[in-house]
């Protein structure tokens, strides 16, 4: 990836910068600090190790390149016991799907399938049955003021998605949304110790209710995915307790992924459509145009996830920059996607525009939620504005204390 060059590097700057980000000025509108960081240049140190990436090219090149390894199981026991990245919960998280490098990854995605285009008109039923009973709520709530978007309708249309395709009992969602919340500081870019003891928690929990799931559906096997990874397990594992538990890696991989950015994903989307007027109405003077439009300008313009990390698998040289080998790499994505260099006027939301966007991440562990991520969004915006009348803006919303995965903790709306 070129020649070692010394670049220039302003330590305190950049962890002034992070300590600003960490912030919850910071964490409310990140960008400023994320162009500040992009000016110190595309590969920087980070103050605690490893690099910071703010290149779209750089982010997307190391996503799409095997030179470039998941933080897997293997990796976190060498960074030692006391370290964060061998937490509990970390360890946990570090056996599903997104944290396995080949030949483990190519095995369990055969594995888990795929949301194709069957399963995906399958499931459109379901979802816009679902959105439509939410935002009855809403309208509901709306008759007597003012309501919490986020509660009522972002919050609620992902775990009722993926828990009546789990054939989850719909008493366990609202436990189940609350764990995946818990759970993702260890996955955040810097945790505190409280913060890694609450997903340690709330991940040991997690793994008694999946695993039971698992024992209890092996009984009664029927047609839903996780009777169907069962089946698919018992060919490829001869040992029964080993093939349950890959079963319930798959099932806590695919809550975890379908509820916290997806539920960011409506948040931000609605957000984006209420808190200026014009948007609103240029959706709705041409829904068919601009809703998928709309729904993939917000991933680049604020994606839920901000951070993607990546290791180095040998050493090399990026952008003049010296990585050794287990090295990290933090792509942050939410300052490549305000890279001018990939998209003009990038601080502009422009629902015309036809983005690249990393929001799904990239190569071989591009997103398998994707397609449902995207029917959830572009189903809720197009009833969203067919239904109701121009909603706005209460109050700004304020978000949940993090870096990496981005989360409105409220949207109050009323209408127009």
Known sequence: MGSVTTPSFDRRAAVSLISRLRTERGQDNPFPIYQELRSQGAVIPAPWGGYLVTSYELC??????????????????????????????????????????????????????????????????????????????????????????????????????????????????????????????????????????????????????????????????????????????????????????????????????????????????????????????????DPDELVPAFVEETLRYDPPTHVISRVSAADCVLNGVQIRTDEMVHLMVGAAHRDPGKHPRPEEFDPHRRPAHLAFSGGIHYCLGAPLARLEANTLLRQLVRRLPRLTLVRPPTRAPRVAFRRLLNLDVDLA
């Open 60 to 285: 997307d090149q190391i996503l799409r390149s095997s030179a470039w390894l998941e933080p897997d199981k293997p990796w976190r026991e060498r960074q030692g016991p006391r370290t964060r990245w061998n937490a509990p919960s970390a360890r946990e998280i570090s056996s599903t799907l997104p944290a396995l490098n080949p030949p483990d990854h190519t095995r369990v995605r055969r594995a888990a399938g795929s949301f194709d285009r069957g399963t995906i008109e399958q499931l459109s039923s379901t979802v816009t049955e679902d959105t439509d009973r939410l935002l009855d709520a809403l309208v509901d709530r709306l008759r007597d003021g003012e309501a919490d978007f986020a509660a009522l309708v972002s919050e609620e249309l992902p775990i009722a998605t993926v828990g009546r395709w789990l054939d989850l009992p719909a008493a366990d969602w609202p436990r189940l949304r609350d764990l995946t919340h818990e759970q993702v500081f260890t996955q955040e870019l810097l945790p505190t110790a409280s913060q890694l003891v609450r997903s340690d928690v709330a991940m040991a929990e997690l793994r008694e209710y999946f695993l039971e799931l698992v024992r209890d559906r092996r009984t009664r096997l029927r047609e839903d995915p996780v009777s169907e990874w069962i089946r698919t397990w018992d060919l490829l594992e001869p040992d029964q307790d080993k093939a349950d538990e890959q079963v319930y890696y798959l099932a806590l991989f695919v809550l975890l992924a379908a509820l916290e950015t997806t539920s960011t994903l409506l948040s931000t989307t609605t957000l984006l459509l209420v808190e200026n007027p014009r948007r609103w109405d240029l959706v709705t003077a």
